[in-house]
């Protein structure tokens, strides 16, 4: 094996690792637990929510040369430096982050060490965080290079016994929309919010490793996204059927994170709970120590390095430690109406990037997102609030994808309405003529 093809196995491991964290451990075998047997439905659903937009946002980010902000810039400075902003602080210190040390405590600690102190226990997690954040440059190589391999034994583990002794029959499902309910689980994990930001750092990181050419590191980088998105799809795959086979024993207001718990131990017995605990461990801290490197280059650049990478990642971690200690259900909670609203016009600009070059009119970004965003706000008002019953009736709506028609709409209506830039590129073309 060569340097390069080393390199690219390296950096797909760490992006499999910092993506493999608390939601992705706990969301499947959920999945599997409420659909039964339509868990392919509901796998699909979520595949194509959680790695298929991971991977388009690791193309887009990688297009941008590795800069987050670049993908939103087309959409106006002022929204993009909201939207960017927003997307960091969630998959940052808000919720991905705490979420990586609760869920450890909860399944992984708490299961064998019944009396340790949750608070206790995230001083230590979080202050391992740091340390082995502190030097960005590092990051990739200690988690791709020994605690990702860690990480996947330990699941193969795990899910090669649920296949050879599966734990129940798969019975039918008895709720609808299983496509819709895999999207809304894929949303949850942040996989494709992460992957704008933990592209980044493995852009970084390929960089540092002596590819200068944008060509070479895009490559890559991608090949790296798609190496981590085939782990997934089986981790995924192996983890939602564990899920359904258990669907007749457990009612589905059972916690997430309890469900994995019960069903590793039905598996594995005592030693079922180290190994879950060693899983948990090791894919809640490789996420949780991307997210507060991504975090931390981000709000590093944005403040032109007035603020210092180190003295960020250590505000990351102060306030994650206090968050975590909510709990992983609150956590869970508290997150579902973000996500919501920052998902759609994330996907819009990811998409929108990728098809940038064919777009020389900056108001078909600017009119799509603002509609994205708008539809957002009003299913949040509709589930939490006052009912708009419209919004139920577009196409698409039961997918969860009520906000495309519209953005759609949008967005040809953006390409017939002159944007300043394009009058500046075209007096500019002028004058050169």
């Not at 987050?68 to 982050?97: D, N, Q, T």
Request: glycine share 10%; charged share 10%.
């Amino acid at each position: 094996m060569n340097k390069k093809q080393r390199d690219i196995l390296v950096t797909g491991f760490a992006l499999f690792a910092m993506f493999f964290g608390a939601g992705n451990l706990i969301f499947p075998p959920f999945l599997g637990l409420i659909t039964g047997s339509s868990w392919l439905t509901g796998f699909t659903g979520f595949i194509l929510a959680d790695v298929g937009l991971s991977l388009l946002a690791i193309l887009a980010i990688a297009k941008c040369n590795g800069e987050v902000g670049e993908i939103f810039s087309r959409a106006g400075y002022k929204l993009s430096i909201v939207l960017s902003c927003a997307i960091m602080i969630c998959i940052g210190p808000l919720l991905a982050i705490p979420r990586t040390a609760a869920t450890t405590f909860e399944m992984g600690v708490q299961p064998i060490f019944s009396n340790l102190n949750s608070i206790i226990f995230s001083i230590v997690f979080f202050s391992v965080t740091l340390l082995l954040t502190i030097r960005p440059s590092k990051v990739v190589d200690i988690i791709g290079s020994y605690l990702t391999p860690a990480l996947l034994v330990s699941l193969l583990i795990l899910i090669g016994m649920g296949i050879v002794h599966p734990l129940g029959t798969v019975e039918p499902s008895t709720v609808d929309g299983v496509f819709s309910i895999g999207i809304f689980q894929g949303y949850q994990t942040l996989d494709a919010l992460g992957a704008v930001s933990l592209s980044a750092v493995i852009f970084t990181s390929v960089a540092n490793k002596g590819y200068t050419e944008k060509e070479d590191k895009i490559k890559i980088t991608f090949k790296a996204g798609i190496i981590a998105g085939i782990g997934l799809f089986l981790v995924y795959g192996g983890l939602t059927y564990l899920g359904s086979t258990v669907s007749t024993m457990f009612d589905t207001n059972i916690s997430q994170a309890g469900l994995i718990v019960s069903i590793t131990e039905m598996l594995l017995g005592f030693p079922g709970k180290v190994i879950l605990g060693l899983i948990v461990t090791l894919a809640c801290l490789t996420t949780a120590i991307g997210l507060t490197s991504a975090t931390g280059q981000y709000f590093s650049k944005l403040s032109h390095n007035k603020i210092k990478y180190e003295v960020i990642v250590a505000i990351v971690c102060l306030f994650s430690l206090v968050v975590s200690n909510f709990g992983v259900d609150t956590i869970i909670q508290f997150s579902a109406p973000i996500l919501t609203v920052i998902y759609p016009p994330t996907i819009v600009l990811v998409i929108f990037t990728l098809l940038g070059q064919f777009i020389k009119n900056d108001n078909v970004f600017k009119f799509a997102t603002y509609t994205a965003l708008f539809m957002s706000i009003l299913n949040i008002i509709s589930d939490y609030g006052l009912k708009i019953s419209f919004i139920n009736n577009l196409p698409l709506a039961s997918l969860g994808f009520n906000w495309l028609v519209p953005v759609i709409i949008a967005s040809v209506i953006g390409y017939f309405v002159t944007s300043n830039n394009s009058k500046e590129e075209s007096q500019t073309d002028d004058v050169t003529a």
